[in-house]
């Protein structure tokens, strides 16, 4: 059975660092794209950034680009997300995704809440 | 960027009626070299990670009730629900997958009883 856990969502405050982690189990992690999805409360998904299955290629959102930085121990089964100069608009729950090899998004992780508050 | 756009925002349906949702790319999705629509479609229920209901416009996954049903091409896509349930209330995205991403979605179409 896929399982993704997400963690390391926390209240911190503006100008702020926070990494998140993902650990994936259930599927062979490191033939398989990675991404992380946010959804800020009461609204939709947005796409925040992505990872090949070699870590070698990176995508960001323009609204995190610069400020977040996606990366991956294949050793580990692990995702992470580091993001600084947290603003209160990356206030959201951030969700880790598995790609499926054609593209659509299979399996979702149940979230971890991000709060960017003084 | 792709620019996903649904209609309607949201809507209301009588329990056994059809529910359906549409989904407008501001480009073609239509990857013509394999004739596929690179959209997929999701439900969200209140407090949980969205779901794959629909992937290539109209390819159900599975364990997906045949009530789902998706539709179109190009730019112009839609889910119906044919017979909508009590457990069908739920937000509803689509999203593109046909660029290197991001992988846009839609703004979402909330789905509620009449």
């Known amino acids: 059975e896929v399982q993704l856990v997400e963690s390391g969502g926390n209240l911190v405050q503006p100008g702020g660092s926070l990494r998140l982690s993902c650990s994936a189990s259930?599927?062979?992690?490191?033939?398989?794209?990675m991404h992380w999805v946010r959804q800020a409360p009461g609204k939709g998904l947005e796409y925040a950034s992505s990872?090949?299955?070699?870590?070698?290629?990176?995508y960001y959102a323009d609204s995190v680009k610069g400020r977040f930085t996606i990366s991956r121990d294949n050793s580990k089964n692990t995702l992470y997300l580091h993001m600084t100069s947290l603003r209160a608009e990356d206030t959201a729950v951030y969700y880790c995704?598995?790609?499926?090899?054609?593209?659509?998004?299979?399996?979702w992780g149940q979230g971890t809440l991000v709060t960017v508050s003084s | 960027d792709i620019v996903m756009t649904q209609s309607p925002d949201s809507l209301a349906v009588s329990l056994g009626e059809r529910a359906t949702i549409n989904c407008k790319s501001s480009?073609?999705?239509?990857?013509?070299?394999?004739?596929?629509?690179?959209l997929a479609w999701y439900q969200q229920k209140p407090g949980q990670p969205p779901k794959l209901l629909i992937y290539w416009a109209s390819t159900r996954e599975f364990g997906v009730p045949d009530r789902f049903s998706g539709s179109g091409s190009g730019t112009d896509f839609t889910l119906t629900i044919s017979s909508l349930q009590a457990e069908d209330v739920a937000v509803y995205y689509c999203q593109q997958y046909y660029t290197t991403p991001p992988y846009t979605f839609g703004q979402g179409t909330k789905v509620e009883i009449k």
């Open positions: 480009q073609s999705v239509l990857y013509t070299s394999n004739n596929k629509n690179y």
């Open positions: 995704v598995k790609k499926h090899s054609s593209a659509w998004y299979d399996y």
């Open positions: 990872i090949s299955d070699d870590g070698l290629r990176t």
């Open positions: 259930g599927f062979t992690f490191s033939r398989y794209a």
